[in-house]
């Protein structure tokens, strides 16, 4: 079976670490994902088993030091983990990009030695699903405007609002919850299952990563113990800092769906007969063929560099925003000509096209929508915030 997926050789320049991760999640992947995700994603389920062989696998809390139970890798390695499990399915690896990027690197970098101590060592075995609460009914884009607030009565803290759109919310033993205190100030709490006055309703129907669960996060006079809050945080930055880990994590996850379309798509092309030739012999199937290569190589060498200048800490914000829209939008228009080279086959479950399609419609608006890291882009170039 032809499989292209390093069209430029980018193998070269990564270090032995790097291959055995890859393949070492590659075969997981193989393994445990592949022969029962379709079924997952028909019957709109999703398959929390996996979470804990996750944490064994080293994919929760592949940066967070080994101190806190994670596994001390580099951004590279945390990029390549994601596109293997992304090559599987968005929904595994959006409660990857969840449980390292947004719960355990909040704790990490915002949280107290005995939040870190009490909270990472679960994360990273995936004993603790954790969730991210930013987005909320009346507030996607603009989480500056959030309603959720807090404030401060006796020894706890008294939370009300609601979150919406959450990744493994009904799932959750734990949620990094972004809410404004007295003074207006967005804050971090964490918010455990079983506090009274938590629920976590399921989202249900959707078209999209069907894989993953999805829900809101629901505070009705929450009581928080004051150890609960991020001491070393305070401002949107905090969200925003944990969105600059997940939205470089999507861009390489995202790969990994795009060259599963094309590889299908290349595979069946040379297979499948019309006119009593292979599809692939004629130009304009070709077309499709080489410039969905083109694309998705070129998003592998835009997230490299970018994988690079992260390992130096020099990654900035726009450029992460710039790679996370244009990795994004490749994978899907692939998705989309891998389907149409496919004919009608493309549209059935025994290819993995349609699905990664779908995944991809919400990849596309979460983290920031395609819209959003534009302007981004715009106001990196000009200055100008063109959103407000
Ligand atoms: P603005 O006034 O620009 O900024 C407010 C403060 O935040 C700072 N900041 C950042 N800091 C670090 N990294 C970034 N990327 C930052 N962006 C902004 C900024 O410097 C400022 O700091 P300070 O100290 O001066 O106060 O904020 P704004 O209200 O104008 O909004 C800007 C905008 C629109 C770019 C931003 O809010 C945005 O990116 N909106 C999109 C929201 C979003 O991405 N939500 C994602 C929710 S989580 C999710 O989708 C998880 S999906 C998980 C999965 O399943 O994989
Ligand atoms: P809106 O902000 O209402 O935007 C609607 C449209 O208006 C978009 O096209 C947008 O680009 C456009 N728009 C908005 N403002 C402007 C502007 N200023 N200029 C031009 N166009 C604009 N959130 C979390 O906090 N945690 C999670 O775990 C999480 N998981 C998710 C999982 C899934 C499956 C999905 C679908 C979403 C998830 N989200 C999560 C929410 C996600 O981050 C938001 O959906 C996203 O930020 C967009 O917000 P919105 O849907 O409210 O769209």
């Not at 990490?108 to 603790?128: C, D, H, N, R």
């Not at 891998?338 to 096209?353: D, F, H, K, N, W």
Request: glycine residues 8%; contains cysteine.
């Amino acid at each position: 079976m032809i499989q292209i997926s390093d069209y430029l050789n980018l193998d070269d320049i990564l270090s032995d670490e790097h291959k055995m991760i890859r393949e070492s999640v590659k075969d997981w992947v193989d393994r445990e994902v592949i022969p029962i995700i379709d079924d997952a994603n028909q019957k709109h389920k999703s398959p929390d088993y996996l979470i804990k062989q996750m944490g064994e696998l080293g994919a929760l809390g592949s940066f967070i030091p080994e101190k806190y139970g994670g596994f001390g890798l580099d951004q590279i390695a945390y990029g390549l983990i994601m596109q293997e499990l992304e090559r599987g399915d968005t929904s595994i690896r959006s409660t990857a990009s969840v449980q390292t990027s947004l719960v355990m690197y909040p704790i990490l970098e915002f949280g107290s030695e005995k939040q870190k101590e009490k909270y990472l060592p679960k994360l990273a075995t995936g004993e603790f699903i954790g969730a991210f609460g930013l987005t909320e009914p009346n507030h996607g884009s603009d989480p500056g405007n959030m309603e959720t607030k807090f404030s401060e009565k006796d020894d706890h803290y008294l939370l009300n609002g609601a979150k919406m759109w959450i990744t493994n919310a009904s799932i959750c033993d734990v949620a990094v919850v972004w809410a404004k205190d007295e003074q207006g100030k967005v804050k971090g709490l964490i918010v455990e299952k079983g506090f009274k006055g938590f629920t976590t309703p399921e989202t249900h129907k959707k078209w999209s990563l069907r894989a993953s669960s999805t829900g809101e996060l629901v505070f009705d006079n929450v009581k928080v113990p004051k150890e609960n809050l991020l001491p070393n945080i305070s401002g949107l930055k905090g969200p925003m800092m944990c969105l600059n880990s997940a939205r470089y994590g999507i861009a390489w996850g995202v790969l990994g769906a795009g060259f599963d379309c094309f590889n299908t798509a290349l595979q069946y092309s040379l297979e499948r007969k019309q006119f009593r030739k292979p599809i692939a012999s004629f130009q304009l199937t070709q077309k499709k063929l080489a410039e969905m290569l083109t694309e998705l190589t070129a998003g592998q060498l835009m997230i490299h560099r970018v994988g690079q200048l992260k390992n130096e800490d020099k990654a900035t914000p726009a450029q992460i925003s710039m790679v996370k829209r244009n990795n994004v939008n490749t994978a899907l228009k692939v998705a989309r000509e891998s389907r149409q080279v496919l004919g009608a086959m493309g549209i059935t479950g025994e290819y993995p096209i349609m699905r990664h399609m779908m995944n991809l419609e919400s990849v596309i608006t979460y983290e920031g929508t395609h819209d959003i890291h534009l302007l981004i882009t715009g106001l990196d170039i000009t200055g100008i915030a063109a959103f407000k």
